[in-house]
Nanobody, 119 residues
Framework: VQLQASGGGLVQAGGSLRLSCVAS????????MAWFRQAPGKDRDLVAT????????YYADSVKGRFTISRNNAENTVFLQMNSLKPEDTAVYYC?????????????WGQGTLVTVSS
């Protein structure tokens, strides 16, 4: 699975952005998908996950109520809608895929897209 993330940019606090991640190959539909982020000088943190059929989602406490993860299996795409953005949301955002046939945890990663939130 190859992942290509896009949609990052510069936005003022309180604004919104929508990140997209397009996957190649036929494995996308069976993969659990996630968004992670890494702020400068910090570890990479899990932001949100979504099950293969969209039935289950998870959000980090820091984004709960502001971010929404979704997916379109017909288009091999996962999204992260980010509302009410805060300066502390500034980070490089990565999409990741977990293929149950591989057996690991988030085996595939996109290249990252930078989100900068100004105060």
């Amino acid at each position: 699975v190859q992942l290509q993330a896009s949609g990052g940019g510069l936005v003022q606090a309180g604004g919104s952005l929508r990140l997209s991640c397009v996957a190649s190959g036929r494995a996308f539909g069976r993969c659990r998908m996630a968004w992670f982020r890494q702020a400068p000088g910090k570890d990479r943190d899990l932001v949100a996950t979504i099950s293969r059929n969209s039935g289950n989602t998870y959000y980090a406490d820091s984004v709960k109520g502001r971010f929404t993860i979704s997916r379109n299996n017909a288009e091999n795409t996962v999204f992260l809608q980010m509302n009410s953005l805060k300066p502390e949301d500034t980070a490089v955002y990565y999409c990741a895929a977990e293929d149950p046939l591989v057996g690991g945890t988030f085996d595939y990663w996109g290249q990252g897209t930078l989100v900068t939130v100004s105060s």
